[in-house]
């Protein structure tokens, strides 16, 4: 095509680009009788920009699935891939030791456990080994052992009790429903939820189920029954029927309970070698640990010795002497996916039955089982000098709740008792999990005709010892000389879990922490000194609690002395502002024009101004200091109000 000298030939990248099977050569006037029409040069256009965003999003995927399958990534979520490449025999051998350990500690535990969950015994033992099998793969922390615990079986009690006697459905349905909040919660990294729960809510919360428990336990030394579980009606039917105490009972738990104190001691001999001299020699090293595995296995040892016993009544004709645990079902667990609905002695329970009836359960479970587990893991992690991973620690226990439904587990957990046996054995690895899980496994199969002659009071001799460690009473001195605010929410969580249940204790314990912790922000304290131009300064940032109250503030600066006074507000601390906010200065800017009186801003930071900015708040006044901000009003103030008042909001971190 002919073009005047002048002109310069177009640019490549400018010139219209021919598009496959089509006729348009991008000539003037070049759009030949085969050309594609206008309309459809757009549809060409829309396909060719769905082409591109396809393939954007498949290379987003394909780097998303490349980094997931990264032997690092892999690394992260499968913890067993970094130590058993190092794997030697000398931490087989300690492992094998602890894991035993453990497992003499967890069998009595969980035969005792599953009567606090109202659930027949063989389901204590059922929710104690699986989870050792799945955390060893999944586990971040080598000292941690998952199995059932006083909490988690209180807990079940509370939410999943059956309308059935001794049916394990709603159990184990809670189980299953935890197990996928717990991993929906790793897989989502929000392991940092269990900051937001106060170390005074959740000693308050420990020491008042440790005291439910233990109490809920003195029938079985009585020897009574039909005693209710709500705390305040288990004391007093409790009291009520001390004359129906049953005298073998109550000697057998006595007994049990002295035993269990004198082995304790074993286990804590401080033995005080001379560090400078040769050390003790290798019969009395044998000597010293045996006394320490006897204190260790002390619950094993009192189980054991008081079904001796009471073996040795029933084969006299004495069968009435002691209440005992009776038959067990021997063997595994079928297994199988939980059932959500079921008919049994005439009664039909459906799914939405079973949901409705656990309710909160399936938001506070998960959540006690996160804090149970991540504060037990980071103290041995800080003990031992290594680090656990949160949101790792909740995909491993999200998948052992999981998997251990499938063989009729209730909701389990990190058990602080038994880490620190497993810590105190010398365990290497979580592969010591193995081990407890294969002695758990052999004791269903070859030991529950023996599990028939073990006396209840010896099973409430085990768990009262087990959770009267629990309390702490120390933490009010503590807390006394530190913080005496933080004496609120302790009182209050524990009375509140005592008094009305310790699912709602929980919930107001968080809820009057979370009021403390957010109080300060919404309710600053003011200080006026006299003046004429009123400086309202703020000490820490701007977010929606305190925008109501500092609207208060401001124009009552305004109406001071009766007068219709300008103000300067001290923005310089003011690291954020939500939209709230931004809708507060915008609400002050209309009042006080209304008043027609004078209100500035000074001393925003950049990056809070750009919100501003952007805001686009109409006739907002802004200084850069407050000195600027005092001027330009000082410019337009009367004779008759000289001067500059400094009103200074002070926003507490903690009440006096």
């Known amino acids: 095509m002919s073009r005047d000298s002048g ?21 003037e006037g070049g759009l030949s009788s085969n050309a594609l029409p206008p309309s459809h040069e757009r549809e060409t256009e829309e396909e060719e920009s769905i082409m591109g ?8 995927a394909k780097k998303q699935i490349n980094a997931c399958c990264s032997k690092e990534n892999l690394k992260t979520k499968l913890p067993i891939t970094k130590w058993l490449p190092k794997y030697s025999l000398q931490a087989l051998q300690c492992d094998l030791i602890a894991g035993l350990t453990v497992g003499l500690t967890v069998i009595p535990q969980g035969l005792a456990y599953a009567k606090i969950a109202d659930l027949p015994p063989q389901y204590g033992l059922y929710s104690a080994f699986m989870g050792c099998f799945v955390y060893c793969f999944l586990g971040t922390a080598k000292d941690i052992t998952l199995g059932p615990t006083a909490i988690m079986s209180l807990m079940t009690a509370t939410f999943a009790t059956s309308p059935i006697e001794e049916d394990a459905t709603y159990a184990i349905v809670l189980c299953l429903i935890t197990g996928c909040v717990q991993l929906l919660l790793g897989l989502l990294n929000l392991g940092i939820l269990v900051n937001f729960i106060s170390y005074p809510v959740i000693n308050a919360f420990t020491s008042a189920a440790a005291i439910t428990i233990g109490f809920g336990q003195v029938k079985g030394i009585l020897g009574l029954t039909h005693i209710p579980r709500d705390f305040p009606e288990m004391v007093y039917e409790t009291c009520k029927k001390i004359p129906e105490t049953k005298i073998w009972d109550l000697v057998m738990g006595l007994v049990c309970l002295a035993l269990l104190y004198v082995l304790k001691k074993l286990r804590t001999i401080n033995w005080n070698d001379d560090l400078d001299g040769p050390g003790p020699n290798r019969c009395v090293r044998f000597c010293r640990y045996l006394i320490w595995l006897i204190g260790t296995a002390s619950n094993a040892i ?13 084969s006299q004709g004495k069968n009435n002497t002691l209440s ?26 459906t799914a939405s039955t079973i949901f409705s009836d656990i309710g909160a359960g399936f938001g506070i479970v998960p959540l006690l089982g996160l804090v149970e587990l991540i504060a037990i893991g980071k103290a041995f992690a800080r003990q031992n000098h290594y680090k656990i991973y949160p949101s790792q620690e909740l995909i491993a226990i999200g998948f052992a709740n999981i998997i251990s439904c499938f063989v009729g587990s209730y909701p389990v957990t990190g058990s602080f008792s038994r880490t620190a046996v497993n810590s105190q054995s010398g365990v290497k690895t979580p592969a010591s999990g193995i081990f407890t899980g294969v002695l758990i496994v052999l004791a269903l199969f070859t030991l529950t005709p023996l599990f028939y002659y073990i006396p209840k009071s010896a099973l409430s001799a085990v768990i009262i010892f087990s959770v009267i460690q629990m309390v702490d009473v120390m933490v009010v001195k503590k807390l006394w000389k530190t913080n005496k605010i933080d004496l609120i929410p302790l009182f209050i969580t524990f009375l509140s879990c005592l008094g009305v249940g310790m699912e709602y204790g929980i919930l107001i314990g968080i809820g009057v922490s979370m009021i403390i912790l957010l109080y300060p ?12 131009v009123k400086v309202v300064k703020l000490d820490q940032g701007l977010l929606f609690p305190a925008v109501e109250y500092l609207q208060e503030c401001v124009l009552e600066a305004n109406e001071a002395d009766g007068k219709n006074n300008s103000v300067v507000l001290d923005c310089s601390h003011v690291s954020a502002l939500d939209y709230t906010a931004i809708q507060g200065i915008t609400e002050l800017i209309v009042d006080f024009k209304s008043r027609e009186a004078k209100l500035v801003f000074a001393g925003f930071p950049k990056n809070v101004l750009k ?8 006739e907002l006044t802004v200084s850069s200091t407050v000195q600027e901000g005092c001027k330009l009003l000082q410019e337009e103030l009367t004779p008759e109000f000289p001067g500059v008042q400094h009103i200074k909001v ?3 971190s903690q009440a006096n």
Do not use: C, M, W
């Not at 002109?7 to 000539?27: C, F, V």
């Open 7 to 27: 002109e310069r030939e177009p640019l490549l990248g400018n010139q219209p680009r021919k598009r496959a099977g089509s006729n348009y050569t991008g000539e």
């Open 521 to 532: 922000s919404a309710r600053p304290k003011i200080k006026v000194e006299p003046g004429g």
């Open 53 to 60: 965003f396809t393939v954007v999003v498949k290379r987003a």
């Open 324 to 349: 005992i645990t009776g038959h067990l079902k021997p063997g595994l667990p079928d297994f199988k996916p939980p059932d959500f609905s079921y008919t049994k002695d005439n009664i039909t329970i």
């Open 650 to 652: 002070e926003f507490n």
């Open 302 to 314: 009192v189980v054991i010795s008081a079904s001796g016993v009471a073996a040795i009544l029933i």
């Open 611 to 618: 919100h501003l900015q952007v805001a686009d708040i109409p």
